[in-house]
């Protein structure tokens, strides 16, 4: 019996059909990858499936008595725990046995009951089963593989960042050990350090997966299934991410192929019948024409929407673009050593190193968005910047695209930003729909498209390709690539970087915490 049964669905949007009667099912022992382009219903599948949101029909049959474990990529926190006390509450049942134990010890000292002795000895059986007692010690393995030490322990979960929360409650989901998981992008907000990490854990885990990512590099390396979600259809390939597409696009072929013939085959019947309509064929050629009518038709293979980016070049005279010396960033406390380079003009720059070591936030330095803790960074008179920044942040999130868009440059006409937004991938449905309702790759889009009423000569981009499928991506790194002017880019996929930038900075080796290390020795 499949862990998961999902059939006859179907989910529409508006006039947008996401999937119709739709069917597939999760496995035991499955680790299972969950591709498309964005917007195509992934999110929305896996909300489907853990009951948050209502499908418009089909069947969602899940195993009696399983244990889910879910990461939403927009999960929110509440509460005033700390990083350690917040992790604990993955283990609130194996606590509240051990509360439960430690007051039937003190009623048996009280009264020697015999049965309370029998109960607390049952309990003290299920925390050894349970691993109670190691529990600390897989707390601190979790915030190492998963680099929350830099977030600090005594940290409130209350005041961290969006980014800081989702790697917290992954870590808490993981803890809990459930039967499923089901992840939605993981890797946005991890480095390459903690991507190890977390494919080392998905790889030895017993159970069964549903992790949703655009990050293909990451699901080839622990995925024995695919589910590809795309044109209204979910269609299901057995082995790795790559041996799925290669089943998929020998799939496509083979729907080309008989595609091709048969529009031979109607071709041929409809000569016939407009030749012999009227002659001494007639009853032939209607014939034909009934069975013509009856013909089951084999549609063409789906092509994918087709993103492109172009960043307007302005000229600028000066041959070092930026100079940034002994600059010290933080904010309660530095967290580089003083960091000193120059960038000349043209030049494009990779910033690599773990999450919290302080990427984004020497960026917003060098851009004055923070004040420095010591030293400057001075761009050419002439620089025009224009920033990308990671966060999915909108003043008013119920604003349309074409609202946001037109807000922040009135002299632009609709039909410009409908034309602009198309090209960067996304279609006149969703640009008038409310931002906060279009998924995390097709907000990105919309920041993307914004870009491209900015003339400019020094692009700075802090995560561009979190959320953004792969045909997308590729997009975007053709259009760095084609920029003449100067670039920065921070990305946790090292993929992305190559043979795109000139240089790549290391700000993990200018960590503070390197530093202590190195006096010690």
């Known amino acids: 019996m499949p862990l998961l049964e999902v059939s006859n669905l179907s989910m529409s949007f508006a006039e947008k059909d996401l999937y119709k009667d ?59 725990l700390t990083l350690v006390q917040f992790l604990r509450t993955a283990f609130a049942d194996l606590y509240a046995k051990n509360d439960e134990m430690t007051k039937l010890y003190t009623k048996y000292a009280e009264n020697a009951d015999d049965k309370l002795l029998e109960r607390a000895g049952k309990l003290q059986d299920e925390l050894d089963s349970g691993n109670f007692y190691d529990i600390d010690t897989r707390v601190e393995q979790t915030i190492t593989g998963l680099g929350l030490d830099s977030i600090g322990r005594d940290h409130k979960v209350s005041q961290m960042s969006g980014g800081q929360r989702s ?43 549903l992790v ?27 082995g790795s991410f790559k041996a799925a597409m290669k089943q998929r696009a020998e799939r496509e072929d083979f729907q080309q192929r008989q595609y091709d013939k048969q529009q031979v085959e109607i071709d041929k019947a ?3 019948i407009r030749k ?107 620089a025009i910047v224009n920033y990308f920044s990671q966060e999915l942040d909108w ?43 279009l998924s995390g790759g097709e907000q990105t889009k919309v920041k993307l498209a914004m870009m491209e009423f900015v003339p400019s000569n020094f692009l700075i981009m802090d995560e561009p390709t979190n959320h953004l499928d792969e045909e997308t991506k590729e997009a975007l790194k053709r259009a760095i690539d084609r920029f003449e002017g100067n670039v920065i880019i921070v990305s946790h996929e090292n993929s992305f970087y190559d043979n795109l930038v000139d240089k790549i900075l290391n700000v993990e080796k200018l960590s503070l915490k390197e530093q202590a290390q190195d006096n010690e020795l």
């Open 22 to 80: 739709a069917e597939f099912q999760l496995n035991k022992g499955e680790h299972m990858g969950v591709v498309g382009q964005n917007g195509v219903g992934k999110s929305t599948l896996i909300k489907i499936i853990t009951g948050s949101q209502l499908p418009l029909s089909g069947d969602i049959k899940w195993q009696k008595n399983i244990k889910i474990g879910y990461l939403d990529q927009y999960a929110d926190v509440e509460g005033d």
């Open 167 to 209: 790697k917290v409650i992954l870590a808490k989901m993981l803890l809990a050990d459930p039967d499923v998981i089901l992840l939605d992008e993981p890797t946005n907000y991890l480095d390459v350090n903690q991507i190890d990490w977390l494919i080392n854990y998905l790889n030895d885990f017993q159970g069964a997966e």
């Open 212 to 238: 949703v990512s655009h990050d293909y590099d990451f699901l080839e390396q622990f995925t024995n299934c695919i589910i590809n979600v795309a044109f209204g259809k979910i269609t299901k390939y057995r």
């Open 270 to 272: 409809e000569r016939f």
């Open 276 to 382: 012999n309509k009227a002659g001494s064929k007639a009853t032939m050629a209607k014939s034909r024409e009934k069975k013509l009518a009856h013909m089951t038709k084999v549609d063409p293979p789906s092509t994918n929407t087709q993103a492109s980016f172009n960043f307007p070049y302005e000229d600028t005279g000066s041959h070092e673009a930026l100079a940034v010396d002994q600059l010290s960033v933080g904010y309660n406390k530095p967290l580089l050593k003083p960091v000193t380079f120059t960038i000349s003009m043209g030049e494009k720059v990779g910033f690599a190193g773990f999450n919290g070591v302080g990427k984004s936030t020497l960026i917003k330095t060098i851009l004055h968005l923070i004040p420095a803790k010591g030293g400057e960074a001075k761009f050419s008179p002439s």
């Open 395 to 437: 003043d008013n999130p119920r604003m349309t695209p074409m609202q946001v868009i037109s807000d922040k440059y009135p002299k632009l006409t609709q039909r410009t930003i409908r034309t602009k937004l198309a090209k960067c991938g996304l279609d006149a449905q969703n640009a008038t729909k409310p931002i906060h309702e």
